[in-house]
């Protein structure tokens, strides 16, 4: 049983930066991997960033790379998403996600993950 409790969504402006924290509490000595997601309204839930947290193992989705930074504090299971260069269509809610037990080396799918967090509001202006 893992909880993962998000913050740091919010308004900012385009070329802005802003930082979004996931603290994972619970059964997490077999955290496996990290993400982040994101889903606007009427689309559908889409990869932005993952860490294996064994190693820092870190990837991207292409439309974030160069942008967008995931890195954790292991002491206390927290992983961060740093943003900056914000743009309009990364408006969306974030969600973070942990992956408990590993069944593939695949970190870039939803279904890849065992555990989400509420989601927080993410919205760029233009």
Do not use: H
């Not at 820092?56 to 954790?72: D, L, N, P």
């Not at 900056?84 to 973070?96: G, H, I, N, R």
Request: aromatic letters at 12%; a positive charge; one cysteine or more.
């Amino acid at each position: 049983q893992v909880q993962l409790v998000e913050s740091g969504g919010g308004l900012v402006q385009a070329g802005d930066s802003l930082r979004l924290s996931c603290a994972a509490s619970g059964r997490t000595f077999n955290n496996n991997a990290m993400g982040w997601f994101r889903q606007a309204p009427g689309k559908e839930r889409e990869f932005v960033a993952a860490l294996r947290w064994s190693g820092g193992y870190t990837i991207y989705a292409e439309s974030v790379k160069g942008r967008f930074t995931i890195s954790r504090v292991n002491v206390n299971n927290t992983v961060y998403l740093q943003m900056s260069s914000l743009k309009p269509e990364d408006t969306a809610v974030y969600y973070c996600a942990v992956r408990i037990r590993s069944t593939s080396a695949v970190v870039t799918t939803t279904i890849s993950y065992d555990y989400w967090g509420q989601g927080t509001q993410v919205t760029v202006s233009s």
